[in-house]
């Protein structure tokens, strides 16, 4: 797994050179009603609108080993007081799988997305294939954006999606990213795995304030 000290070069220089330490947050300005709606699942599909790629640009890390390494642990804890539908130990081994990848960086410019597994770098640039409204049987919907990378010698995923609890152009705070090789309709049906990115330059801490807090 990467650490801090690993960030690798072209992270530092070229591609991504602007954006390591520059991401804001969507909600560094209070949300609107409608936000905070549209963030729990709540929302009219007319509301619903397109956005680019821009939307997450910056460099992103796994929250996976956070929450390996017990950092999240306290964000569990609340969970389980607040919910009483699982104790902090099944929301432990619920996230635990929604977490799960391989990929534990990435990296968003210009269309351009880079995806780190450990040393291993595979990029494309990803062209928009609109959005999917899903309807949860909770109650609740959720949006996925859906984007393609039409360069066949590229190794990186060919269909990805993004899912970031907003329903319209804003700048993402964290996001989960479906990813595969089949087609979107497959990933659509990728409900119990979904891989959670928060900035690079937030530290364990830092998210697991934000996760409880926002």
């Not at 569990?76 to 996230?95: I, L, P, S």
Request: glycine letters at 6%.
């Amino acid at each position: 797994m990467m650490t801090k000290n690993m960030l690798p070069l072209v992270l530092l220089t070229s591609l991504f050179s602007g954006v390591v330490m520059a991401h804001g947050h969507h909600n560094d300005k209070p949300q609107t009603e409608a936000q905070r709606q549209a963030a729990k699942g709540i929302f009219s599909d007319k509301d619903v609108q397109d956005r680019q790629l821009s939307d997450w640009d910056g460099v992103w890390q796994s929250v996976e080993p956070y929450l390996a390494d017990g950092t999240l642990d306290p964000v569990m804890q609340a969970k389980a007081v607040k919910n009483k539908d699982k104790t902090a130990e099944e929301y432990r081994a619920y996230y635990a799988k929604g977490y799960k990848t391989d990929v534990d960086m990435i990296g968003i410019e210009n269309n351009i997305i880079e995806f780190h597994r450990g040393d291993k770098v595979t990029q494309c640039k990803y062209d928009y294939a609109g959005y999917r409204i899903l309807n949860y049987t909770s109650g609740k919907k959720g949006v996925r954006y859906l984007f393609e990378c039409k360069d066949k010698s590229s190794q990186a995923p060919k269909f990805i999606q993004f899912s970031d609890h907003i329903i319209a152009p804003e700048k993402a705070g964290h996001f989960h990213l479906y990813m595969g090789n089949e087609s979107q309709e497959a990933l659509l049906t990728q409900l119990d795995n979904w891989p959670t990115y928060y900035p690079y330059s937030m530290n364990g801490n830092d998210i697991a304030h934000e996760m409880q807090h926002h």
